[in-house]
């Protein structure tokens, strides 16, 4: 049996509903368990009292706990009621958080940054890894072990732009930032075994003019697919599934002879200009077509110098510049535009690839 001696009156439990008025938020809620809660409120345990009561006295002692336990509980609702009216009133005299906040570009994906990421899932899709490397290279790397002669104008100092200065331009091993992203290719080749497919995105540094379609410092793609058998079909058929993939399936494309020291025979890729669909602009020196990339199978010297056996094994490369790319998925006439960081021009781009 509970010990009813300690357990309080009526009247004593009234008493206490004066101040329910008073009372502040976090109080009142504990002043509520305390009066009303189910295990140890003080009119539950009144309740507990009515079996040891005489018969007749039962039906009305009910009737009073019952109707002083509605008093409670409309006293406790209006002084939440009070208290939410206060809050609510403060909140409204300072500043209105519910007002909708001013639109306000807050940044996006770069042109050129997602026109990388659609290459790179394209070639992931047909089974070819991510390989990255050094931006600064040696010459070995990055033009002797490519099948570079060693007096290629390329190696000059007002093409290439070289880390230390050196009185003799053909001084072995001086260090440069790299022209292209080629010598990614042989430290792959050096790391192991063929098969390899591989794409390699990074950037790139020349002593270029900054004009339409050209820039100092620019971003390139790298493709590299080495194994047996591999032949120029399979470049032809890879590279155009891809531009159709980037730049549409009705994309026209087409592949011109050309030369590279690290690829034999070799092409440039162009597709149409997405600029004037074809009909001559600045950004593709009017000749309707935009250069997207250069290819070629691989010099059997480029892979007998990073250790592949070019009796066995053939495979085809290509390099392509994703900011030029993107001048003919966006319809950009002038690549300057992409890197001056004119956010209202960047802002309107990603809004029209979203």
């Not at 490397?133 to 072990?145: K, Q, T």
């Not at 620019?218 to 155009?240: N, P, S």
């Not at 892979?303 to 510049?321: C, I, P, R």
Request: hydrophobic residues 45%.
């Amino acid at each position: 049996m509970a010990d009813l001696s300690k357990t309080p009156t009526l009247s004593e439990i009234e008493a206490r509903l004066a101040a329910v008025a008073t009372l502040t938020a976090e109080a009142l809620e504990a002043e509520s368990i305390a009066v009303l809660g189910r295990k140890s409120g003080a009119l539950t345990a009144v309740l507990r009292r009515i079996p040891t009561l005489a018969a007749e006295e039962r039906r009305e002692f009910g009737a009073a706990v019952n109707a002083l336990k509605e008093r409670f509980e409309a006293a406790f609702a209006a002084r939440r009621q009070e208290l939410e009216a206060q809050t609510s009133g403060a909140a409204v005299a300072g500043p209105d958080l519910t007002m909708p906040a001013r639109l306000r570009w807050i940044g996006g994906v770069h042109p050129v940054t997602r026109v990388i990421r659609d290459v790179v899932g394209i070639f992931r899709g047909l089974g070819f890894a991510v390989a990255t490397g050094p931006e600064v290279e040696d010459e070995w790397y990055n033009f002797l072990s490519l099948n570079f002669p060693p007096d290629h104008p390329a190696m000059d100092l007002h093409d290439t732009l070289y880390l230390a200065g050196s009185a003799d331009l053909r001084a072995a091993g001086r260090w440069l930032l790299r022209t292209h992203t080629s010598p990614v290719q042989i430290r792959v080749m050096q790391a192991g075994p063929p098969p390899y497919r591989v794409v390699i995105p990074g950037m790139c540094y020349r002593n270029d003019p900054f004009d339409a379609s050209h820039a100092p410092a620019f971003h390139q793609i790298e493709g590299l697919a080495i194994d047996e058998g591999i032949g120029f079909v399979d470049l032809k058929a890879t590279l155009t599934h891809f531009a159709r993939q980037l730049f549409g399936p009705a994309t026209r494309v087409r592949f011109r002879p050309s030369f590279f020291p690290f690829t034999e025979p070799s092409a440039e890729m162009d597709v149409e200009c997405g600029v004037c669909r074809g009909s001559g602009c600045p950004a593709c020196k009017g000749s309707g077509w935009m250069e997207i990339l250069g290819c070629g199978m691989v010099h059997p010297n480029v892979l007998e110098n990073a250790g592949v056996d070019s009796e066995k094994y053939t495979g085809w490369a290509f390099g392509m510049g994703p900011g030029r790319m993107a001048l003919n998925v966006y319809g950009v006439p002038d690549i300057r535009l992409l890197y001056e960081g004119d956010m209202r021009f960047l802002a309107r781009l990603a809004r029209g690839a979203a």
